[in-house]
């Protein structure tokens, strides 16, 4: 597939890399040579220096009928007019346009109807973050079927009933429904399990529930935390913003923020919401504040270093839990779980959902898992995948990279068995480790 990306950023860039591993036709357009440096070599990437709105450019990118238009800059009106551009000069296939905030949301929506997908990083930033709120103990949460089916991670401890245990055992512990365990990270291998395998201890553990029932199926994992009250936000920015605004109804909420000018506007715009002007990463200033009481503390500053920084400095203070956004890859090989609880990473939160835009066949979402090691796709079983229909689970033939734990009837949502039967219209949730894995089944059963 022939894809053109305006902006080579921390966003664009890592989609770029991402979409390009799949033997796609990446062009990338910047009018910034220092994005464009870092992918420059990599195999597969055309880049351009100059305007992304530019009909010249994008011309000379090859943006026809035929091609996907990611309109991915940090400038919301270079990313509407390409879009607009691109659809009425160039007749784009398809145009997925980000917006970074909810300024331009609904006039976008009326001026450029033909843009496939309007996508705000900052705001499914703060939807996971707030989901987490909502469930102590929880590492990721990731919806599929509107939401009803939850995808969770959580750590197996020693306090969990089922550690030690093996999986099949725990339809004894919750007998009034049902739950599927499709994939467990140990000892940094992303694993496929069978009801045989046995939960240790410090495996990082996925399970399939309805919302309702996370707080059931996590406590076989672990002791149940307390539910949080006291939430810290370092960083005014838009994603700090937003998520205080989302959740000071629901919790005591402090933001901080150093910069004189960002406190003043964020007090202007929330109202209710407690505004310091600090800095988050001093020791004394967090003592002050009463960090030992606080249940979470967020770290969503433009900066990754000083989320690192300020995250470990209120975690050695007393802090219960903390929350940290890191978009450079390399630190996630450099903080652990041991020293940061829960680390966002937007680049995986934004590439996962403009991927359902590049996969084959009808597919209405995706979720790369574990740094990319595995994704979780929801596919539709409609004219692309006739061959599933009518076929059981285990005529399918899974092996140990691929599983469908669950799926979604109408409104009903379905654990899968052995001899669940595929229906028309059914939405299947797949577990696979690789794009090859799901390559192999598309082309099994389209």
Do not use: W
């Amino acid at each position: 597939m022939k894809i053109i990306i305006l902006g080579g950023g921390s966003i664009g860039g890592s989609v770029a890399k991402e979409l390009s591993s799949e033997e796609n036709d990446v062009v990338v357009i910047d009018n910034n040579d220092e994005n464009l440096e870092p992918i420059k070599s990599v195999e597969g990437i055309q880049t351009l220096h100059g305007n992304g709105s530019s009909p010249k450019l994008l011309e000379k990118a090859g943006l026809d009928e035929s091609s996907l238009l990611l309109c991915l800059t940090d400038s919301e009106e270079t990313n509407l007019l390409a879009s607009l551009i691109g659809k009425e000069k160039f007749n784009a296939g398809r145009i997925v346009c980000r917006l970074k905030g909810s300024e331009y949301k609904k006039i976008a929506e009326e001026i450029i109807p033909f843009v496939d997908f309007f996508i705000n990083p900052e705001d499914l930033i703060t939807e996971e973050i707030k989901n987490l709120l909502h469930h102590p103990g929880a590492l990721e949460i990731l919806d599929f079927a509107e939401g009803k089916i939850k995808l969770v991670s959580v750590y197996a401890k020693e306090s969990g009933v089922l550690v030690g245990r093996q999986i099949k055992e725990l339809k004894d512990d919750l007998p009034e429904y049902e739950t599927r365990i499709p994939a467990l990270y140990r000892d940094e291998e992303l694993l496929i399990p069978t009801g045989e395998t046995i939960i240790n201890e410090g495996d990082e553990v996925f399970f399939i529930a309805d919302e309702k029932h996370i707080e059931d199926v996590t406590k076989e994992l672990q002791k149940l935390e307390s539910q949080y009250k006291n939430v810290y936000i370092a960083g005014a920015g838009n994603i700090g913003k937003s998520l205080a605004k989302k959740i000071n109804d629901e919790f005591n909420t402090k933001l901080i923020e150093k910069n004189i000018e960002q406190c003043e506007q964020a007090s202007e715009e929330l109202d209710g919401v407690l505004v310091l002007n600090a800095d988050a990463a001093d020791k004394d200033f967090l003592a002050s504040e009463g960090i030992e009481d606080c249940d979470v503390f967020v770290a969503v500053t433009q900066d990754d270093e000083s989320n690192v920084l300020c995250s470990l400095m209120s975690k050695k203070l007393g802090s219960k839990k903390t929350i940290t956004i890191i978009n450079k890859e390399a630190y996630f090989d450099i903080v652990g779980k041991n020293e940061l609880d829960i680390i966002i990473s937007p680049v995986q939160i934004t590439v996962s959902h403009v991927l359902k835009y590049i996969r084959k066949g009808s597919v209405s979402n995706v979720h790369k898992v574990k740094k990319g090691m595995a994704e979780a796709i929801e596919i539709i079983v409609d004219s692309s995948y006739q061959n599933l229909k009518g076929k059981l689970i285990s005529d399918l033939r899974l092996d140990e990279n691929i599983n469908i734990p669950a799926l979604k009837r109408g409104e009903s949502v379905l654990m899968a068995h052995s001899d669940t039967e595929i229906h028309d219209e059914d939405h299947l949730i797949v577990f696979y480790k690789d794009k090859e894995v799901i390559d192999n089944f598309y082309n099994t059963f389209r």
